[in-house]
């Protein structure tokens, strides 16, 4: 489930296929139009269920014009199809918007990157050789702590634990002692490994420095500067709004379909909690890097990133820099029980892509292929 809940490694293979994939479908010729963008959104979505995925969206945003595909179906008992603009987990794209609320912070003078986390949350993070005095606010968010990631431990690994479990409510104060029953991996900024930890720690200093939970921060500071009105925390409530696809977790070998549609998002929190749909995680990516949501100077910050592969991809603060056969691009992933993700946009905002998709692949190789090469056509064909 740690592969599922903030699956960083799919965009890293997303970054290095990236850099090196060649195209295998028509270049659109000239600029991109309503019409191109949609045919090659819909090839996209359709080779991908032809990998062994029960449902798939995307979506290209250029400036105002969007375009859309589906393929597949929502709901594998009944065939109905996938709904437009449906409603997903994001997953790890929450992080994105974790880092925006604490820069902003930053940005008001209300705690420095270079602040301890023992600074604003005394003994909590301690234990097993691991020291929240010796760990950064920026090494949380750029995940060069060397804390480990809570999301290895969770009982959610078999069909039965995840039944069990699923309903379970979390404090993130409880997330954070799964982790650090365990020591570091490293010593802080010596290293770099995704943890989602760090989140839940980076969600917990705001709720320390703002008095209000993070999720509370998100319709002033985020939502409605992007024109969003489609993208929540949910807390205990484990159903996604309507419409939505069923999301269909693989526990392999035996259950390649287990219906997780109905999961409490408590377990994810501030590193993978938020839902929303197609549309308005396009209008987050744009609004972010057209310099809407955070000061010239914290914008950067957030874009001063450690190289994780030897192709050049690297992580910042709450996002990837993904090299493609056009240049740097920029974005995140996200996974959560059956429900997976990927996006990327343009460095000026003005073009972005947004996949979801609601199960396992059953050819994940491919699927992982076909989707690096929709970003590269969707972002690179137009530029």
């Not at 693989?250 to 997780?260: E, H, I, L, Q």
């Amino acid at each position: 489930m740690h592969r599922r809940i903030g699956r960083a490694a799919a965009l890293v293979a997303t970054a290095t296929a990236a850099a090196t994939l060649t195209t295998a479908v028509p270049a659109v010729a000239g600029p991109a139009s309503a019409h191109s963008d949609r045919r090659l959104l819909q090839q996209a979505v359709d080779d991908l269920a032809g990998y062994g995925i029960t449902g798939v969206q995307a979506l290209i945003r250029d400036g105002r014009r969007t375009a859309e595909a589906r393929a597949g179906v929502a709901d594998i008992t009944t065939n109905r199809p996938v709904p437009k603009n449906g409603y997903f987990r994001m997953g790890s794209n929450t992080k994105t918007f974790t880092s925006v609320i604490l820069l902003q912070l930053v940005g008001e003078g209300r705690l420095r990157l270079d602040d301890t986390v023992e600074r604003w949350l005394p003994g909590v993070v301690t234990g097993n050789g691991n020291d929240g005095a010796a760990i950064t606010v920026r090494q949380l968010l750029r995940h060069e702590s060397g804390l480990a990631n809570y999301t290895d431990y969770l009982a959610l690994q078999t069909p039965e634990d995840f039944e069990a479990h699923r309903y379970d409510h979390w404090e993130d104060a409880d997330l954070v002692r799964l982790a650090l029953a365990h020591p570091p991996l490293f010593a802080p900024g010596t290293d770099w490994s995704y943890s989602n930890t760090n989140y839940t720690v980076a969600g917990m200093i705001i709720e320390r420095v703002t008095g209000k939970p993070w999720h509370a921060h998100l319709r002033q500071r985020i939502l409605q500067p992007a024109g969003m009105t489609q993208t929540s925390f949910p807390g205990d409530d484990p159903d996604l709004p309507d419409p939505h696809a069923q999301a269909y977790e693989s526990f392999p070998p035996d259950v390649p379909r287990y219906d997780a549609t109905r999961w409490n998002t408590t377990a994810a929190g501030a590193a993978g909690g938020l839902v929303t749909t197609p549309t308005d995680l396009s209008l987050f990516w744009q609004a972010l890097r057209q310099g809407r949501l955070l000061r010239p100077a914290e914008f950067r910050e957030m874009h001063r990133t450690v190289q994780i592969s030897e192709n050049g991809s690297g992580y910042g603060l709450g996002v990837f820099r993904i090299p493609s056969e056009c240049g740097e691009l920029w974005g995140h992933d996200g996974g959560t029980p059956g429900m997976y993700t990927m996006d990327a946009v343009t460095p000026d905002g003005d073009r972005s892509v947004i996949i979801s998709i609601s199960s396992a692949p059953t050819d994940p190789a491919n699927a992982s292929a076909r989707a690096t090469q929709l970003i590269n056509d969707a972002l690179c064909q137009a530029r």
